[in-house]
Nanobody, 119 residues
Framework: QVQLVESGGGLVQAGGSLRLSCAASGRTFSSYAMGWFRQAPGKEREFVSAISWSGGDTLYADSVKGRFTISREYAKNTVYLQMNSLKPEDMAVYYC????????????WGQGTQVTVSS
């Protein structure tokens, strides 16, 4: 059974940093793209960032470019999202996802981890 487990969320002051992790289990995703999405209260889920199966291609939403960095560790079947210079508008539940293509659609989803940014 495929399982994606996010961790690393929490409460941080504006301007601070957090690193999210997503560990995949149940199969190897070395040939899959991995991505991060987020959903704030009352808003639709939105794309944040994604990384290709090779790690050579990455995508970022305009709102996080220059502040967030995605990476993956194949040996641990894990994807990371380093979030710097956090803003109150970054506050949301962050979801990890895995899919065959960088641009989606994504097939497997985690349960999410809450990121709260205080101003």
């Amino acid at each position: 059974q495929v399982q994606l487990v996010e961790s690393g969320g929490g409460l941080v002051q504006a301007g601070g940093s957090l690193r999210l992790s997503c560990a995949a289990s149940g199969r190897t995703f070395s040939s899959y793209a991995m991505g991060w999405f987020r959903q704030a209260p009352g808003k639709e889920r939105e794309f944040v960032s994604a990384i290709s199966w090779s790690g050579g291609d990455t995508l970022y939403a305009d709102s996080v470019k220059g502040r967030f960095t995605i990476s993956r560790e194949y040996a641990k079947n894990t994807v990371y999202l380093q979030m710097n210079s956090l803003k109150p508008e970054d506050m949301a539940v962050y979801y990890c996802a895995v899919g065959p293509v960088l641009t989606g659609p994504y097939t497997y989803w985690g349960q999410g981890t809450q990121v709260t940014v205080s101003s």
